[in-house]
Nanobody, 123 residues
Framework: QLQLVQSGGGRVQPGESLRLSCAAP????????IGWFRQAPGKEREEVSC??????SINYAESVKGRFTISRDHDTVYLQMNDLNPEDTATYYC??????????????????WGQGTRVTVSS
């Protein structure tokens, strides 16, 4: 299993931006589809965005389209979050598919998870 390490997050005001990062030091990270998920208190976890292993297939939840951008380079996947609002407040997790060289296949297929990072949007 990949060991995913997250960074970024924090507390911002509405309208501001944050960037989250997800890496897997020592692993062939660029061979895996990576998803970003979030879970707000009292709510179920939801998929925010996903990028396939090659970077040419990307999905976004409707709630973040036009505001969030997922991208990847050789060893890191990023989630750029712009125009944040209080509804984006949650703990964010990155996750890797069980198998290499796949497209985004949905949450049941993600087997390695990051430690989570808190994002708070509040005035």
């Amino acid at each position: 299993q990949l060991q995913l390490v997250q960074s970024g997050g924090g507390r911002v005001q509405p309208g501001e931006s944050l960037r989250l990062s997800c890496a897997a030091p020592g692993f062939a990270f660029d061979k895996y589809a990576i998803g970003w998920f979030r879970q707000a208190p009292g709510k179920e976890r939801e998929e925010v965005s996903c990028i396939n292993y090659s970077g040419d297939s990307i999905n976004y939840a409707e709630s973040v389209k036009g505001r969030f951008t997922i991208s990847r380079d050789h060893d890191t996947v990023y989630l750029q979050m712009n125009d944040l609002n209080p509804e984006d407040t949650a703990t964010y997790y990155c996750a890797a598919d069980f198998l290499p060289l796949t497209d985004c296949r949905g949450e049941p297929h993600f087997g390695s998870w990051g430690q989570g990072t808190r994002v708070t949007v509040s005035s």
